[in-house]
């Protein structure tokens, strides 16, 4: 008969041992635009040491029945982690290299603050370990120089690992952005999207373009976010 | 100029059965879904070596490393050095490990008895290797030699594939030993072979990344050669313009410069089409076609007739679309042509690859830097394994059955006289069909799944039943495997070591990782171990893969596929050697560097054909133009099956899914095969996503689930074909093959599609991979 998986456990040692931090000049890229779907990322995930049998990444169609477009996420370790800052038990670390670490077993307390929170929908509760978990850039191989599993199989490159002059060199047509506008909150994240190079930047929420007068309405005054443009 | 297409088997107008549910030898011998689980999910274990090797899979042979603790293999961690694919791998490369230490693997050998649970009880491997030399020496002796015949595979090492020909040849001296490379590359070879004289790619992948245009015809790279996908956005990050050509909107094709949905089966009119924009518009290098080619004016004159309104009526392609394709391939200073299995499998195969050929000579863009084109080869060692002997009409080294000169050279080699060699014999579809006549009684397969892989497989199934005598060697039980009399536990890629040829037509090494397990032991000794029972031993007494390839290098020495020069040690310290690499060379005329010929053609180098004459493989050093009158498919749609049928791949499986249906992660990443069909097809069938739908040809029908989709054309369908049983998308295609290669048709066949009366009887008794 076939063997089912039996979830293995997370590796004792993992949030003990003070690994090396992901050298500064290393730097993570998503390019969803070369994304053919094909999953080796997330059955590449499921290959690291630390976290066997387990993916973090997702990977869905945006509207199958329309395009063959897929999209990766992995998380984009923000500089202010909103996953940490909800995070009742402070299970959710950022190291100093920037990297925000999956959740501290003994702390977590499995409360789904992080999952509902994130916005970009990274962490996922693993009910049967009662443990959140997400990607923490493969710390044990970043850490040593090494590319993070789902970068390093990317047969598109779409997540691609590397530093910022070889990508500058290696596609030219596009530029890294990191900071992201989700409403009032603005997000600055290690992880960067590519885009096409001479394009502005890109507009993911109305208000964010939008002049925002004073209206003396308390219904209306101060829904707007500040505009990207001013100032 | 064509001879007549053949069609089906010797059988009346009766379809034969749809295939039985087997539900106990599923029970028996699965396929189950292996996860990792134990040793390959505890964290913190330490591998007791890494293994540097090659995907098992697909012709792109990516280097990766196996993590091996105890005999088993726990895992993958990429090569990052090697550099074809450095490190990048598709889900099939890193879940391949799981098909080791599988609860259904053979470990011993198998006889049919039909009281046996899943039919089939083990017995000791010396009584089994004692039954089939005197089954051979029966067959042989009662009906002639030729009613043995070979079936055999391309994902063998090169030594086994070299072996299986010379087994065939020289100790059964069998005329009919053919392999299942006969589905995959022959119309691309037969073609490269009468255009350039060698078959092979012409350029390393390194000369995609500085092509201007870059032409995808008939490939679906993202999904069934995804290393290659980056090769081309790397061109793409530098200017190049993508044009694809099929009739879906694969994953590449979504974001390509130009996308032209052809019809499928027209490829020929397309090409044409295009040539006659070149010649119009004077888009030719005059120079080139005058030095480095013949022939040219007869291509010319069947473009003449193909104005682009009629090459868009016939393709189903905007003539807009078409103007601009010509425009981007004419007008451009560097490009690479790249085809597969979607110009290939069609009973016109050859002429279709043949067309896209005569765009690329027009264009002069070949034998140099950054101007290429080749085929995708398909299978792990579809170019090695389709070099030494083991195809029909094959001799070592690239050499022909039937040339008096390669017979005794190879005859030579072996210490026989050139008198015992057997003449051509039958494809590998003429043996279905020669089983099913009688001519052929006896059958040895190996690293081959029929049943699954061979169109109109009801036919298959009928044959195979037929046969006196049937063993078959494999490490599953394999759908085909179910239908022989005894089965002989082979091994896995990673139980042996040899070398492969991938792609690019770069020599690599496999090394062995670990044991066989139980009694399964290497193909290439079970081989030896039947001509040792069988009293011819002389020849077939290798003690390792590295003696069969000494002997290669000797065998394919003044071919035109030349190994000589090439050793174990050369490979790895180049990461690959790629041929032709002689020995020697006549003086004045170098032999190739360490890395061997990377790109074929360059303009003053040297072939053993053409002796200096040319880049190309022919006495006078020129390539051949080829007029290529146009043909539609063998069978075409009408108001009885008023639906084109196609069939391909999916990323998560490979081939028959002998091994990829066992791999849980890959199964689950698309459990079942469906139909593929655009939202107004569907709308006016009434069928919604999802729905189970029933598709007929005349040869079979086959109930799936729908997948409605507006990436392919609506007056066609497609299925992949991974899938055994009720769930095959060969119950429905056509055995038409073409002329030259005698490659199936699989790519279009006439069908209709309605809504199913309900679920089939299989929803509810199989799991999504048997």
Known sequence: MAR???????????????????????????????????????QACSECDTHKGQSMIQLDWVDRAQSTQTVPVVCMHCESPTCAEVCPADAIKRTGDGVVQTARKPRCIACNNCVLACPFGVPKMNTGMNLMMKCDMCYDRAS??????????????????????????????????????FGAQTIRTKVNIMIPRDSPTDIVDVTSSMYEPALGCELLDGLFAESLYEG | MKSPITISGNRGEETPPAPPLDLESIRTFGPFRAYADDIRVDTGVEPDKYVKTHCCFCGQQCGLQLKVKDNTIIGIEPWYEFPFNQGMLCPKGVKRYLQQDHPDRLLHAYEKDSVAPGGFRPIPYPEAIRRVAASIDRLQNEFGRDAFAVLSGASLTTEKTYLMGKFAHMCLRTANIDYNGRLCMVSAAAANKKAFGIDRAANPWSDILGAEVILVSGANIAECAPITTNYVWQAREHGAKVIVVDPRITPLARTCDLFLPVKPGRDTALFNGILHLMIENDWLDHDFIAKHTVDFDAAAGQAREWTPSRTAEVTGIAEKAIRRAAELWGTARTSFLLHARGLEHHSHGVMNVLSAINIVLASGRIGRPNCGYSTITGQGNGQGGREHGQKCDQLPGGRDLDNPEHRAYVAKVWGIDPGDLPRSGADAYEIIRKIDRGEIKGLLSICFNPVVSLPDSNFVRQALAKLDFYVAIDFFMSETARYAHLVLPGSLQEEDEGTVTQVEGRIIRINKAVDCPGEARPDWQII???????GRERGFTFSSPREMFEELRIASKGGVADYSGVTYERIEENFG??????SETPEGVPT?????????????????????????????????????????????????????????????????????RRIGPLVDHYPEPRVEMHPRLASRLGVGDGDWVTVESRRGSCTLRSLVVNTIRPDTVFIPYHWPGRKSANQLTIAAQDPISKIPEYKVCAVRVRKADGPPEYAGLLEPQQ
């Open chain 2, 528 to 534: 030896q171990d039947i001509a040792q029972f069988l």
């Open chain 1, 4 to 42: 089912r998986n039996t979830r293995g456990s997370l590796n004792p040692n993992s949030e003990s041992v003070l690994l090396m931090p992901v050298p500064d000049n290393l730097e993570f890229f998503i390019d969803p635009s070369r994304c053919i779907g094909c999953q080796a990322c997330i």
């Open chain 1, 144 to 181: 040593v120089g090494l590319k993070p599993m789902c970068a390093s199989v990317c047969p598109s490159q779409a997540l691609a690992f590397g530093t910022r002059e070889e990508m500058a060199r290696l596609r030219p047509s596009a530029r890294p952005a990191n900071t992201f506008q």
């Open chain 2, 592 to 660: 190739p560097g360490p890395q061997g010929t990377p790109r074929l053609f360059e303009p003053e180098s040297w072939n053993p054909v053409a002796k200096g004459a040319g880049p190309f493989y022919f006495p006078d050093g020129r390539a051949r133009f080829h007029g290529i009158p146009y043909s539609g498919p063998a069978e075409d749609v009408d108001g009885d099956f008023p639906i084109i049928l196609t069939t391909g791949r999916v990323v998560s499986q490979f081939l028959s899914g002998n091994q990829t």
């Open chain 2, 577 to 582: 050697v790629f041929w032709p690499c002689p």
